[in-house]
């Protein structure tokens, strides 16, 4: 059995994770509504009582010299604290509903294919990648399930448990280690990686590239702003 390489694994994965992502966003809509909907009366309710603590303080003859201690007086404000603690409930119940949606479609996915008799999902048959148990043979389902599942702690890991695939000797990832599986090359598969995979790859390693150099540039931007109002 040829082991898979790291790269022509996450060639393969990032190319199926497009599926869940694609399906989730009309199921998401009205999720991401009403987010949007309590984070805009959130806010407005935050903004509107920050206004009302700022004048009642400049009435009041407040220290202009101690910011800080006005912000520390701030915060035990009840309106101010049930506006804060009600955009936070509204984006952790959002969030928690995205996850809980894409966790169900990538298992729909990932699962239903790799635990069928192609042994892989359809990125990973592009990719000639196949999912098999340690001997080489057709995992069980219930390997698959595990091999699913044990893969959430690589992505709470920063996908430590995932990079495991690029230096372990049989290229084996966390979640093929517990789950006693391993992703080889099919028997009809060319050691080198397809071409499609390598520009799939690169396209992304330019994308990332240029969002990097946008947000640099940004902040860059807003910098100069700062240095020449202040001048």
């Known amino acids: 059995m040829r082991p898979a ?6 060639a393969a994965y990032s190319l199926d994770v497009l599926v869940p992502v694609a399906v989730s966003v009309p199921l998401l809509w009205g999720t991401g509504a009403r987010v949007l909907a309590g984070t805009d009366a959130a806010m407005r309710q935050v903004q509107f ?18 910011p800080l201690g006005q912000l520390t007086a701030w915060s035990g404000d009840p309106v101010l604290r049930e506006g804060v603690l009600a955009l936070v409930a509204t984006w952790v119940h959002g969030l928690a509903v995205a996850a809980a949606v894409l966790f169900a479609l990538s298992a729909l996915w990932f699962v239903g294919f790799e635990a069928s008799r192609w042994q892989a999902t359809p990125g990973k ?11 080489g043979s057709r995992p069980a389902r219930w390997r698959v399930v595990l091999r699913f599942v044990a893969g959430v702690p690589s992505w709470l890991m920063l996908h430590l448990g995932h990079a495991l695939a690029g230096w372990t000797k049989d290229r084996r990832a966390l979640h093929d280690l517990v789950a006693g599986t391993r992703v080889v090359l099919a028997p009809e598969a060319s050691d080198a990686m397809p071409r499609w995979a390598r520009r799939w ?3 992304q390693a330019l994308a990332f590239a240029a969002a990097l150099v946008g947000v640099v540039t940004s902040y860059a931007l807003l910098l100069a702003q700062a240095l020449g109002g202040a001048g």
């Open 5 to 10: 390489g790291f790269w022509r694994r996450y």
């Open 49 to 66: 009582r920050l206004f009302e603590l700022m004048d009642a303080a400049l009435a009041g003859g407040a220290d202009a010299a101690n």
């Open 125 to 135: 048959r592009l990719a000639g990648l196949r999912v098999t148990a340690l001997d």
């Open 201 to 203: 790859l690169w396209l």
